[in-house]
């Protein structure tokens, strides 16, 4: 029987790969690759919207410009984020803030622009300011407007309030926009855009957060008569000088007589909060465009008249220092609402005495002082005020003596009169700097004391609607 043995031999043939595994990465590959240039393609020519935002318009060069924030008050504040590429598919998010801090309550306006085909942040560069109309047609101007007072450049980078182009194609013009308070029908308002050669190239209907209402005020008719018990102020109008304007007024009291009080205060306010004195500080223009303006009259009696026992405090006679030198006084009454307290009495030089720590309100002052028979040419005055613990200390140089006299509870319409007659029954002239408390005099040489007389006096307050006058002309 024989025995057949077969050879193994190796075969060359390999395992069959599977083909749907290279279906997949063919597919993978494929959808990778479309991504990426969907990605650029996107990057390069994203499409542009077709329809606006409601916080949108369109400007005349076709940009596109976007009120990202309308808010009110004094402080105002945005912060901007948006998605910006940078390594080809990469993005980041890139943040801007903005913030601006005022003395008065205002409109503040955040604004961005981009192209309206790509998307891309433009600049601002043409920009000058942005205006608007109240709801009796008078045009608003912009708050300070210049682009480096009005307008803020934000970049993600960093700010600045340069004109520049952006190094970074993601880099973001964030502007700031201030408008002054002006009366809205409703609570819509159109924005006006301008730019350099003060042209609109832009409008856009914004709602106010804090729009401010008519009142309802009146002008009283010529001329307006008010009375309060014995006093009547009677309002004539304006007079016709064009530079500048003076109310006309006459005062009669029964006790008086005709234009024998003292007009201290004259005050005016329109319907939007402003407020104003006759003189100071001057006002924006637009008060011009107010309907009715309210004025308020506060009457005094002047220091001569005979005043009420309740607004009067007649003290003893106080020695007057010798020069160099000066005693702390602890004498108080309370007048017409007002406690008055008499600290301290100086003579000329250089003196130093003790006061109750409520007194030293400031530090330090200098200044110089011209009043009528007091000084006979300008004299230079220092107070110095030194707390020490709970009580402070009066250093005080000045060519003649002084008072130290501490007013507490005074009303905006109450007014102070100190008078002083020396040993002789002798007019004594004295000058307040009030805002030490001190009351500079100057007695004659052979005075020995003087007797003070002081007078809280309350005033008595009229208001008055009226017309305001016309713009005064201003002679460059």
């Known amino acids: ?50 329809t606006l935002a409601a ?46 801090f005022h003395n008065d309550e205002n409109l503040g306006i955040w604004m961005t622009r981009r192209d309206a085909r790509t998307g891309q942040p433009m600049d601002f560069n043409w920009w000058s300011e942005c205006r608007t109309e109240d709801a009796f ?25 340069k004109s520049y182009r952006p190094h970074q194609r993601a880099d973001t013009w964030l502007v700031y926009s201030r408008l002054p308070k002006f009366h809205t029908a409703g609570r819509k308002f159109t924005l006006k855009v301008k730019n350099n050669s003060d042209e609109v190239v832009g409008t856009i209907e914004l709602e106010h957060p804090s729009p401010t209402p008519d009142l309802g005020w ?3 008719p010529l001329p307006a008569t008010k ?20 109310s006309m007024f006459s005062i009669l009291n029964a006790r008086w007589g005709e234009n024998s009080a003292d007009r201290r205060f004259l ?32 009457v005094h009696k002047w220091p001569t008249d005979v005043f009420d026992a309740n607004e009067t405090w007649n003290l003893a006679p106080i020695p007057i220092p010798a020069a160099n030198a000066g005693a702390t006084l602890s004498e108080s009454q309370t007048i017409n609402g007002c406690k008055v307290t008499l600290e301290g009495i100086g003579g000329s030089g250089d003196v130093s005495y003790a006061v109750s720590g409520d007194s ?3 530090r330090g002052s200098s200044g110089f002082v011209k009043e009528g028979p007091i000084y006979s040419q300008e004299q230079s005055y220092r107070v110095e005020l030194k707390p020490e613990g709970a009580a402070g200390r009066v250093i005080a140089i000045a060519p003649s003596p002084h008072l130290m006299l501490r007013i507490e509870g005074r009303t905006p319409n109450q007014v102070v009169y100190v008078k002083m007659k020396d040993d002789l029954a002798r007019d004594v002239f004295n000058v307040p700097v009030e805002h030490h408390n001190l009351y500079l005099f100057k007695p004659e040489p052979d005075a020995q004391s003087i007797k003070l007389t002081v007078i809280v006096h309350t005033g008595r307050e009229f208001e008055f609607f009226v017309k305001p006058p016309a713009k005064p002309i201003v002679v460059r």
């Open 1 to 50: 029987m024989q025995t057949t043995v077969e050879a193994l031999v190796p075969s060359d043939e390999r395992p069959a790969r599977n083909p749907w595994l290279l279906v997949a990465f063919t597919v993978v590959g494929v959808v990778g690759v479309t991504l990426v240039v969907i990605t650029i393609v996107a990057w390069l020519f994203p499409t542009p919207a077709k």
């Open 55 to 100: 916080n949108e318009c369109r400007l005349q060069d076709g940009s596109i410009l976007t009120i990202e924030k309308v808010d009110w008050g004094q402080t105002h504040s945005f912060s901007y984020s948006r998605w910006a590429p940078r390594w080809l598919i990469f993005n980041e998010l890139r943040t801007l803030e903005g913030r601006s």
């Open 137 to 161: 047609g008078n045009e608003v101007h912009e708050l300070w407007a210049s682009f480096n007072e009005a307008g803020h450049q934000l970049r993600s980078s960093g700010h600045s309030r």
């Open 218 to 220: 009146q002008v009283d």
């Open 227 to 246: 009375t309060d018990g014995d006093v009547t102020v009677t309002y004539k109008g304006f007079s016709n000088d064009a530079n500048k304007p003076q």
């Open 267 to 298: 005050n005016y306010s329109d319907q939007l909060g402003r407020e104003w004195p006759t003189r100071g500080r001057s006002m924006d223009d637009s008060i011009y465009n107010e309907r009715v303006w309210k004025m308020r009259v506060l």
């Open 360 to 362: 030293i309100r400031h």
